[in-house]
């Protein structure tokens, strides 16, 4: 006996009787995959147990398994479903060869008592009948019927009795293409000299078909799969012995399977185009992904992003239009974990608000008009990876709340479909925007704020950190050289100068169009800026050729409110904690002391 899992393709249980059968140790067949032990027969495999899930009892012959030694087993398996928990089946396997051999055995011993005359007759009966039985068992399967040279029917077991629907007697002795083979699957009469069934005896071949119908007494057909092997004796060909499949199951199994690998291949092949198009979106400037500069802003922030992504903490980068939050997404998404897994970035603010729910959830075909096809969501897009919700603050309230419980639960429902997913995703969220305004005015969840606001990350706008203006600005001109094979463009000192006294309101976005506009417009290698004169407020500095320290100074009240700031940043991760490993002076690289000393001097607490 064994117990098969057919969802998982394993043999949960076998007693020894089964480990002596099938030559395999006990615990080997508990570590065995099902179809291992039935190679190059999962067809037949899976049309015996879903009879057995069907029928809840059924038994064939069709099945050989191989021996621990190497050799194939002619045995009957007999099946039936166990109750509770995940599909078994109890599978009590019959030795036939044994079986017969008991049969043979018990007979030739009652004989035998009879007298050695008789026992010498029977001797003879049992040589012929062991000789017609090897013949006929030698394409042993599910229905087997013989026909001698003439093609007259000359037995009928009983399987092909059930699935002809015609008692033996109805049968032998009648021409069995004219009564079950007559005509074609598709109506087309089927004469008796193309029949592979009597080419059998004719040319002495073993013919084997697939593809045909067998008509039942009903008029019905069914689909089946036979061989048709001669019958010889002495030399003469005497007829043929014919060995058929119901193979209905089957080929429904098959067309399931092929819908199947065709939604697979359909999926993989949008996976791959949206793995290209995500491959095509990353950009390796730099260690930390083209975040460039040198100033304490900078550095600030590189510390706080390689902090940070040794967790799944959820992050909420903030900072002006312009200032790079995407690339701090970036930054943190390849320093992770998931770094080999999938950055899927949502502009919230480039969603018409009647697709918000499809676009991050995903929706079923024929869930609304317009959808011909299921959609995945950009959730389950990310699954495994990391969802970069970039300008979180313009998501519609009434859809807040549904993001709030895909945060909280990590479960969603595809529109239309009632399958509750379930995802693995580590979130980053920016905005420009100031969240808790938008929460006191109304506008935005306090408990999806909160949700978010676990990690905050500001993202420093350019004329706090003037200093990073020059090296940003040769990052940018490097790059238009390359595209516009312009190898002979040049920053100048007076160029930084000029650049690093402009404000910049649009920040490293306007930064990088003026460099490309510059390029474009330059003459022998010389930039031509479009740029106010005034428009900042920044001290004149000294810059060198690729210039470290520009920028303006920090009044005491300005380096004060800085401090502070990171300070409580720390202290809120750390959940208050100074000392130890992953405490606030830790991540500050400062000393417990001397934290001590400036929460104290700052009238920072704890809490």
């Known amino acids: 006996m064994l117990v098969f899992e057919p969802l998982a393709d394993r043999i949960a249980a076998a007693n020894s009787a089964a480990a002596r059968l099938l030559g395999h140790s006990q615990p080997a067949l508990r570590t065995m995959a099902v179809s291992a032990l039935h190679p190059d027969q999962r067809p037949a495999l899976v049309v015996f147990t879903q009879a057995v899930l069907a029928e809840g009892h059924w038994r064939t012959q069709a099945l050989t398994p191989r021996h621990g030694a190497g050799k194939t087993l002619r045995l009957e398996y007999s099946g039936c479903v166990l109750s509770g928990g995940p599909a078994r089946l109890l599978v ?139 019958i010889r004796e002495g030399g003469q060909l005497l007829g043929a012995v014919i060995v058929f499949r119901d193979v209905s199951q089957r080929r429904e199994a098959e067309e399931r399977l092929k819908q199947a690998l065709a939604e697979v291949d359909s999926l993989r092949e949008r996976l791959e185009q949206e793995n290209a198009y995500l491959k095509e979106e990353i950009r390796a400037e730099s260690r930390h992904q083209g975040i460039i500069g040198r100033s304490p802003a900078i550095a600030a922030l590189r510390h706080q992003i390689d902090v940070v992504a040794g967790t799944d903490a959820t992050v909420l980068v903030t900072g002006e239009s312009g200032t790079g939050k995407e690339l701090v997404a970036r930054a943190i998404h390849d320093a992770s974990r998931r770094g080999g897994r999938p950055l899927i970035r949502v502009n919230c603010a480039a969603i018409p608000r009647e697709l918000f729910e499809s676009e991050f959830f995903g929706h079923a075909r024929g869930a609304f008009t317009g959808a011909l096809r299921d959609r995945t969501g950009r959730f389950e897009l990310a699954d495994g990876g990391t969802l970069f919700l970039d300008e979180v603050g313009e998501i519609p309230l009434d859809l807040q709340g549904k993001l709030l419980r895909v945060l909280q639960e990590r479960q969603f429902e595809r529109v239309g479909e009632e399958r509750t997913r379930s995802v693995d995703v580590r979130l980053i969220a920016a905005t420009n925007r100031d969240l808790k305004e938008e929460v006191r005015r109304g506008r935005f969840r306090e408990d999806l704020y909160f949700r978010l606001n676990v990690f905050p990350v500001a993202s420093a706008p350019l004329r706090e950190r003037r200093e990073d203006v020059p090296l940003i600005a040769q990052h940018f001109l490097e790059a238009a050289a390359r595209r516009l094979n312009r190898p002979d463009l040049r920053l100048t000192e007076a160029d930084a100068r000029r650049l690093a006294r402009y404000d910049w309101p649009g920040n490293v976005r306007e930064l990088e169009n003026v460099i490309e506009r510059a390029a474009i417009l330059a003459e022998r290698g010389r930039l031509r800026f479009d740029l106010p004169e005034a428009r900042g407020a920044g001290p004149e500095l000294r810059v060198t050729e690729r210039p470290t320290d520009l920028g303006r100074l920090l009044t005491e009240e300005e380096r004060r409110a800085r401090a502070r700031s990171e300070i409580e940043a720390a202290l809120h991760f750390t959940g208050g904690r100074i000392f130890g490993a992953g405490g606030a002076a830790e991540l500050l690289g400062l000393k417990p002391t001397t934290l001590r000393s400036r929460m104290k001097v700052l009238g920072i607490g704890r809490s």
Request: hydrophobic share 35%.
């Open 92 to 230: 009590t396997l019959y030795d036939l060869d044994e079986r017969d051999r008991r049969r043979i055995d018990g007979e030739a011993e009652e004989h035998m008592r009879a007298g050695l005359p008789e026992w010498q007759r029977m001797e003879r009966i049992f040589r012929d009948i062991e000789r017609g039985n090897r013949l006929i068992l030698r394409a042993a399967g599910e229905g087997i019927y013989g026909v001698n040279a003439d093609g007259l029917t000359t037995f009928v077991n009983p399987a092909a009795e059930r699935m002809l629907g015609w008692r033996s007697a109805e049968l032998v002795g009648k021409d069995m293409h004219a009564t079950v083979h007559h005509t074609h699957a598709g109506g087309a009469h089927y004469p008796h000299r193309d029949c592979p069934i009597y080419a059998a005896f004719r040319d002495g071949a073993v013919h084997q078909v697939d593809g045909e119908v067998f008509w039942r007494k009903d008029g019905t057909s069914f689909p089946v799969e036979y061989t048709s092997t001669p």
